[in-house]
């Protein structure tokens, strides 16, 4: 649902009004689109992708760096999962997610590995309680983001698969058993579950719920897949050749773009299996007002250049996954620049997906009424902001 849905449905707490007045506003809105595509075509404009780049680099800067292999555990063959927790300042959670782990109603054998990321609050005595317990590490390094935390986990795994959760979640006691089943039944890489979302009270405010499906690789045709870390179990082998970004926000964008091509075989369950907490003073609001957000695109450099290192190709898949990362996603994620910002990161985005389009070793088919693909081929800068304000 669009952003009109969205504000309308919170502020009169109907469903019928809220989808009413999204419906009526297309209308409008539809047309001013479609007079912006009629404005001048930038495809005839010259860009200068180094200057573009340059613009951003004053405020973000961005060091390219090769991909590098994790020196990781052997698989210790009696145990099925291992569960990463990384943990900064979490004090207020921590012992609801660290509990929900340990009490796993299962028959499999689970290990929890807890990172502390260098935390100033009392989380890392709350972990340190648990450091005698079978079956758990405790791991303390220096503050180096989530990222270090993540691939410092996976140095320690030891389980088949993995799975990550946030220190601020929790997770039902039906988990494990409930992502592990079709694992070991179907032999797939990659199992996701349904989820709920929660406030800071535990407060359910909405539950995302996929399909049932069993497909041989992550195919967004197939059904709606879930680009987040969390929510699911992935094997351990995945990660001998790729690793979380460090030093990176937006490190979970390798999961779309690098991890889920990798799979072999996944699964789809419409189950809930993972307690998501909405945080207001969390990771995602604080990065608003700080240069870091630029990530949102260099982290696509990053990991198109991953995956060139993979051997994956780049087909229409990879094409549209980088178009919608560069639409409303990047788009609220700049909101605190100004539109000098936005317009450079905007070209850029055109020029990425101009490059992708030439390196693509199959034709590309185009739906002439996407209006988003529009606005990147035309460059048009204006068609773009209103398509992504009110997520068209």
Known sequence: MSKVYRYVSKATRSDAVARSLDVVS??????????????????KKPMDKMALEARIQKLRPYRPSA?????????DTGLWLSIIVPVYNA????????????????TLAYELI???????????????RYANRARVTVVHIANGGVALARNEGLRHAKGKYVMFVDADDYLPPDCVETLLAPALRHDVDIVQ?????????????????????????ADPD????????????????????????????????????????????????????????????????VLTRDPKTLDAYWIVLKLLSDRRSLGLPTDNRVLNQVKSHFGALLY????????????????????????????????????????????FRTRNFLLWKLLCFFEL
């Open 193 to 217: 579950g349904s989820y709920c979302v929660v406030d800071v009270t535990d407060k359910i405010h909405r539950t995302q719920v996929f399909n049932d499906s069993v497909a041989t690789r």
């Open 332 to 375: 609220g994620r700049l909101a605190s620049f100004d539109n000098d910002v936005k317009r450079a990161v905007f070209y850029l985005c055109c020029l990425q997906l101009e490059a992708l389009r030439r390196e693509c070793s199959v034709g590309i088919s185009s739906d002439k009424g996407d209006r988003l693909d529009c606005a």
């Open 114 to 128: 807890t990172v502390d990321d260098g935390s100033t609050d009392g989380s890392s005595v709350i972990l340190d």
């Open 67 to 75: 991909p590098q292999q994790l020196a990781c555990m052997n698989e």
């Open 91 to 106: 004090q207020a959670y921590l012992l609801k997610c660290i509990d929900s782990i340990l009490t796993q109603n299962t």
């Open 26 to 43: 297309r209308f409008p809105l539809s047309c001013v689109a479609t007079a912006l595509k009629l404005t001048a075509d930038g495809r």
């Open 222 to 285: 197939i059904f709606s897949l879930s680009g987040y870390p969390w929510g699911k179990i992935i094997k351990r082998d995945l990660f001998k050749s790729v690793q979380f970004p460090v030093g990176m926000a937006y490190e979970d964008s390798v999961v779309t773009l690098v991890l889920l091509p990798l799979a072999n075989g996944y699964a789809s369950l419409s189950q809930p299996v993972y307690y998501y907490r909405e945080n207001p003073r969390g990771l995602t609001a």
